[in-house]
């Protein structure tokens, strides 16, 4: 049977959602909600849906069967709230909130609510990033003891956005957070470093555009994650999962098999795949495949509300340690 | 305005070109013919469109403005003939024929139709090769040297296919002789050898399993074809082109961006895609697009009957070479 | 003319010296000191030269032009102190010492001295990480935003090492805060982070065999240090100089130019160079040439004794940091 | 006990030789003979040996026990031919002659003299094809069927020596139809397609700068070797063998680990080593290695007599190929 979707929120991600619930064999889109009503009724018209600007009409139309959340950030948790108790499964972009006390607040109406709610954290289901965790899992580097993550966004955001994005490690390294959680859930301990090294927004706000952290798992293992807020040759996103049989990496993604050598430089290829949309496309409709097995009661690697609450814990802990300089225990099965 | 398409033969080709007909913006799929009736059924349920046995009944519904021939090889020349006859632009899978006579006899019916007639030589398409060539023709590597194709399928087809698939060199290298004149158009000279190194397939029928074709175009530039019917790592489609300056390369297709390094072997990657259909799946709705252009007489680089006829002159020419152990001299200008 | 070299310490770097002062065109080995007498003897059967048990006796024989200290940390500090007493130009292996306070107690003597004094960093010397930072002195990625260091030796050194070695920090990861400074010598603050993963010997003696450390440079350029005491693919020494126009990557050092591609794996490569001899040995010929530069009193770039110094200071506060879990502020300019 | 060898000719590949005869723990340099004397007392001057301007004078000396041949072509035969009188072991550079009938008419004397004769085809010894060549043996990609060569110079040579080259085939591609026979021993047909795409020097005297050579072996196994006088990137120098569990490949040898990526392109490396002599280096060490236990009546893998009139057969069938147009049928085994 069809799951039909309510979708919240029409921007860049949300349409990229739209597309593939209209595209998926499982799933439909029923119904559409952005306050900015323009936007929904553009997505109505390419993958249809009923339109509204006001998203308790959809979560109450007795029309749809899960929601998935790509409203603004500060909208979440209400949005989460009122979907558990219409019993509807939902599907939230990540972060739950920049206010760790708000997540906290609804933590325990998810634990008890009994209806599945999960997190965006898309690049858990990025083929590669997937493979590496699945076969580190079997044993092909042995034990994991360092696991390395280079991040970096092609371009800064805009001020305005950096105003209000509650800080590179909430906005940015939240991912991070989560990918170093896909391999090593238990983490103990952060110490971050960051700085402002050229963007004038990050300055003004007090925020940084360079970061590294270091995670200390329960394990011992130890996490780096190398960030920047720009990349000129595209979006730059690797990881080396290393153990005592070897390591395992993924490399940046290409966008051409061809390269050019000339007496100046050999093999020399195009940059990188430029955006995350792009970078991470077949990600997100894995990410909606599990969704809908989690939505339909199936066993499924959706990650979870938890999920979402300790990557904004190892976010908060960061921003603690890069402010005062110092390094922060931090406790996720509390 | 919608081009809509009467597709004739629903084989795998057939398939992927339907999905491509019914997905584009510009494209409808109206018809559907294939003597095996049930194939173009199940096409139809998937992609919509009307559906017969018969393909004159397509040609003659008055409802299509173009035509995709998916058929086997020796329907192509009548379906072209018909087509033309009708005043409808037409698509064909290559080759044209197994028999340059049959060829020959349609040529000037083409020549004279004022129709669009294009050839299914998708390669040209893919983003790879198509670069190669758009950055050679700017001259990165200076005036082209030589051409090297490396070309090896990932399995050897059966005997019974071996049997009537006109050899080697007319069904498998003639990619290779188009992608040669994609580069250097006017190939004047052709030496090949073959052997039949491990199919029993090709040692029954006479055929070869392995070949090497060297052509020479008339600007003295040298092509190295190699072949094989097999190919361990998966489909093998590599090509270098070299001048003065130095060389473009295209690499084979990756199937992860994940890499093993352990005491045994560094930067072990998985191997390449495996089946034509994934590593040119992007090259077939390219040239769709372009065929699409053509139709409509618009400005467009769809490779042309001609392309398709000079394509079987090397691939006799090959298969003269190879059988006689002599070098043939070829005039496509005639 | 021939700087004359008086040789102090006969084992595995002492050997490697003995050879390149030997081979060299400006150099000759002239004297050769160890209490292990028939080290120095096995050394001079080789490359000749005048054999001692007694260093003083190498130093007061009136032969020798300059030294070079290749015996165990502890002698360090007074062999340097007599050869600048005797104002012979001393080529000192890193460390100068394990204990600042030693270090600091000579640096008056140096600094006044009139003697040079070079510390044995040779992998600023490498032709790979000296082309990187010529190239980015160059502007090739403009300004140097993070650079990030992989350094893990291929196996753990037997534990009676370990319990001398001064701890990972000192021994080890020492060579790369002299490689951080060779890209950004002004470093201002130390966060490290430890862990005993694999090693008994490690664990047995506090020490760790996996750690991670972030430095902040004046310039707010950020550091990374990624550190294990074994690697199962061989050495591994990897680079990446980061900035706004790009990045600059040192790869391992590759054993073959072979690879093999089958259907289990394509692409694969015997595994790197495995000894730091082996993968240095090219930087250690070019740490004496400069070396002897700075002897005769012209421009040279060996690093100094303050370089040294630096390199343990940082080590130091590593060492702090990890153990105390705080980020620790250094001023290397006092 | 130390094999003395008599060196005939001091020029570019004489002083490698030198060097190498010099350097080695079981050879040493006792004679050198050059008519052009100064270079002869160049290389004494570095080396040690006493100097002629005769070579009768070397080989008479009673002072040697193997010779190296060194000089120009024309004197190889004569050489060889009183080396094998004398009973002096003989290591000549290839070609033996540019005249298979001169090459013919020594090789009874060889055949039947008792004394060791080596051919200097110094790319067997290359650790990257002697790799390959124990792997297949070893069964790692199946049975051999097609081998790809790669080999363009780094530049095309003055017309002058084109002039007296014997053409690319006996002066360049030699080394390539060895290297197929390093392989493949048994060669039974050439096809070679030549063109003068550049080279002034080739086109005034009749030779090729590029050409294409297909050979088959006996086993049904197929040959490609693509050559070229001029490459921008350095000395290309690659090789494939495949067989059908896979492939190996030799891939150009790098001149640094460093790579730089930016908004134009990413992974570019410094252009490839540039010079034979350089490629090739522990090549000719080996090479000399190997025929050392030659000489002295162990089992070797040098190349014989009879390896080198088999290069030179096929050169010249790939000449009358290529300039009659024409397959042309060989039998080594004659």
Redesign the interface.
């Known amino acids: 049977m069809t799951l039909r979707f309510g979708l919240i929120g029409t921007g860049r991600i949300g349409q990229v959602h739209a597309a593939n619930i209209a595209g998926g064999d499982e799933t439909s889109l029923a119904w559409i909600a952005d306050p900015f009503v323009d936007g929904a009724r553009r997505v109505a018209a390419r993958f249809g849906g009923t339109v509204t600007d006001d998203a308790e009409e959809l979560l109450t139309s007795g029309e749809i069967d899960a929601v998935l959340v790509a409203s603004p950030t500060p909208t979440h948790v209400d949005l989460i709230a009122r979907s558990v108790e219409l019993g509807l499964p939902v599907l939230c972009e990540k972060p739950i909130d920049l206010d760790i006390a708000r997540v906290d607040a609804l933590r325990e109406t998810v634990r008890t609510g009994g209806v599945p709610v999960a997190l965006g954290f898309n690049r858990r289901f990025d083929?590669?990033f997937a493979?590496?965790r699945a076969?580190v899992a079997a044993g092909?580097?042995g034990?994991l003891?360092?696991l390395?993550i280079?991040s970096?966004d092609p371009a800064a955001p805009p001020a305005a956005y950096i105003a209000v994005s509650g800080g590179i490690f909430r906005d940015m390294t939240i991912h991070d957070f989560d990918m170093a959680r896909f391999f090593l859930p238990d983490i103990v301990?952060v110490?971050a470093?960051g700085?402002?090294?050229?963007d004038d927004g990050a300055r003004e706000h007090g925020d940084f555009d360079?970061?590294?952290v270091?995670l200390?798992a329960a394990s011992?293992?130890?996490v780096?994650i190398?960030n920047?807020r720009?990349s000129?040759?595209?979006y730059d996103q690797r990881l080396e999962a290393?153990g005592?049989?070897?390591?395992?990496?993924?490399?940046?993604?290409?966008t051409?098999?061809?390269?050019?050598?000339?007496?100046?430089?050999?093999?020399?290829?195009?940059?990188?795949q430029d955006f995350f949309l792009e970078r991470y496309a077949r990600a997100y409709v894995d990410e909606l495949r599990e969704f809908v097995k989690l939505a339909r009661g199936e066993a499924s690697t959706s990650p979870s509300f938890e999920d979402g609450r300790a990557a904004l814990v190892l976010a908060d802990a960061a921003q603690r340690s890069a402010s005062e300089?110092?390094?922060v225990?931090v406790d996720l099965t509390a």
Chains 1, 2, 3, 4 share one sequence.
């Open positions: 083929p590669a493979s590496v076969r092909e580097v034990g003891e360092q390395t280079m970096r301990e110490s470093t700085t402002a090294a050229f360079t970061a590294v270091t200390r011992g293992a130890l780096t190398i920047s720009h000129a040759v595209g290393f005592p049989a070897g390591s395992l990496s993924v490399a940046n993604a290409p051409s098999l061809v390269s050019l050598s000339t007496a100046d430089a050999v093999e020399a290829k195009p940059p990188y300089r110092t390094v225990a």
